[in-house]
């Protein structure tokens, strides 16, 4: 496993926007991010994996939200535009440090609110 490190976050108002970042301690293969609204299950909101150098997004944040990744830096980052209520939770950064598996790093989580 690695240490993964998420920064930004915090309260926006609907149509608004915020960048979350996650830094590795070590080298990753996957990596993307996930969701928790109040009262909901874990959802993905999209990521990279091992095989292609383009994202995948959830149908919920596609055209809004963007994901980014430098693997020199061992980062990923998540851009968040045209924010909705129904997008607030806590996010979660996810890695895979293993070539083969499924997410096994995560972070500690950060709260993104957005007001109507």
């Known amino acids: 496993q690695v240490q993964l490190a998420e920064s930004g976050g915090g309260l926006v108002q609907a149509g608004g926007s915020l960048r979350l970042s996650c830094a590795a301690s070590?080298?990753?293969?996957?990596m993307g991010w996930f969701r928790q609204g109040p009262g909901k299950g874990r959802e993905v909101v999209g990521g990279f994996t091992i095989y292609t150098s383009t994202p995948y997004y959830a149908d919920s944040v596609k055209g809004r939200f963007t994901i980014s990744r430098d693997n020199a830096k061992n980062t990923v980052d998540l851009q968040m535009n045209s924010l909705k209520p129904e997008d607030t939770a806590v996010y979660y950064c996810?890695?895979?440090?293993?070539?083969?598996?499924?997410?096994?790093?995560w972070g500690q989580g950060t709260q993104v609110t957005v007001s109507s």
């Open positions: 070590g080298r990753t293969y996957g």
């Open positions: 996810a890695a895979q440090s293993q070539a083969v598996g499924r997410f096994d790093s």
